[in-house]
C-alpha cells in the first residue's frame, strides 16, 4: 500500500535557527497536506498543496510540492519557541477528494531559546 | 475552521468493556473520519462514514469497532470488547470544503 515517510525524525534547533522537514511518498499524490500538532494537541490543518511544483508561503513557513507531485518539504525560518511540536505531512490515499489521509511519521521540532 | 468537539476526553476502561467514544455536536458537515493515534507514534486512519454509511475502514476497524451517527448529529465510534493495545489518542475529523481535514481534540483511552 501507500506509504509516506518523513525524515528527520527528530530536530533540535536554537531559536533563530531554520528547520526543514522532508515528506515522501510511495505514489504519486493528488495533494500533499500538512499538519501540526503540539505537545499534548491534536493536528492542526496548515495547509493543502496541490499544484505540481507549488510553492505556498505562512509568514515563516514555505511550503513546497515537488515536481513529480511524490514530495514536499516545510522549510521554517527563524524558528521560535512557538514553533515546537511535531509536523505531519500526510497525503490522501486515492485519486483525493474524501479519501482517508495517509500520515507521516512526524518530524517532532524542540526549540531552544 | 470547523468547531469539533469530543467527549469525554479521557476514558479509563478495564480490558473486556465496552467503551463509546462521541463526536459532539455536529452539523453541516457529509465526510467524517475516526483516526487513531498510539503515543508517540504517527496518526492511523480507522474508518470514514459518508452519508450515515461506512465508505472505507482499515485493518484495524475490525468486528470490535463500529461507528454510528445516531440522531443525526453526534458521531459515536464503539469498541466493543477493549483489548490493552487499544489504549491510544482516538480522534474524530470532519473533512473541509476543499478535502483538507479538521481534528477534533481527541479522547484518550486508557485500557488497563
Known amino acids: 500500500g501507500q506509504q509516506v515517510m518523513q525524515i528527520p525524525q527528530y530536530q533540535h534547533v536554537q531559536e533563530g535557527e531554520d528547520f526543514t522537514t522532508y515528506c515522501n511518498s510511495s505514489t504519486t499524490l493528488s495533494n500533499i497536506q500538512w499538519y501540526k500538532q503540539r505537545p499534548g494537541g491534536h493536528p492542526v490543518f496548515l495547509i493543502q498543496l496541490v499544484k505540481s511544483g507549488e510553492v505556498k508561503k505562512q509568514k515563516r513557513l514555505t511550503f513546497q510540492f515537488g515536481e513529480a507531485k511524490k514530495n514536499s518539504s516545510l522549510h521554517i525560518t527563524a524558528t521560535q519557541t512557538t514553533d515546537v511540536g511535531t509536523y505531519f505531512c500526510a497525503g490522501p490515499d486515492g485519486p483525493g477528494g474524501y479519501n482517508k489521509l495517509i500520515f507521516g511519521a512526524g518530524t517532532r521540532l524542540a526549540v531552544h531559546p | 475552521e470547523p468547531e469539533v468537539t469530543q467527549t469525554p476526553s479521557h476514558q479509563v476502561t478495564q480490558m473486556g468493556q465496552e467503551v463509546i467514544l462521541r463526536c459532539v455536536p455536529i452539523s453541516n458537515h457529509l465526510y467524517f473520519y475516526w483516526y487513531r493515534q498510539i503515543l508517540g507514534q504517527k496518526v492511523e486512519f480507522l474508518v470514514s462514514?459518508?452519508?450515515?454509511?461506512?465508505?472505507?475502514k482499515s485493518e484495524i476497524f475490525d468486528d470490535q469497532f463500529s461507528v454510528e451517527r445516531p440522531d443525526g448529529s453526534n458521531f459515536t465510534l464503539k469498541i466493543r470488547s477493549t483489548k490493552l493495545e487499544d489504549s491510544a489518542m482516538y480522534f474524530c475529523?470532519?473533512?473541509?470544503?476543499?478535502?483538507?481535514?479538521?481534528f477534533g481534540p481527541g479522547t484518550r483511552l486508557t485500557v488497563t
Open positions: 462514514f459518508y452519508n450515515n454509511e461506512i465508505s472505507e
Open positions: 475529523v470532519i473533512g473541509g470544503v476543499a478535502y483538507e481535514q479538521y
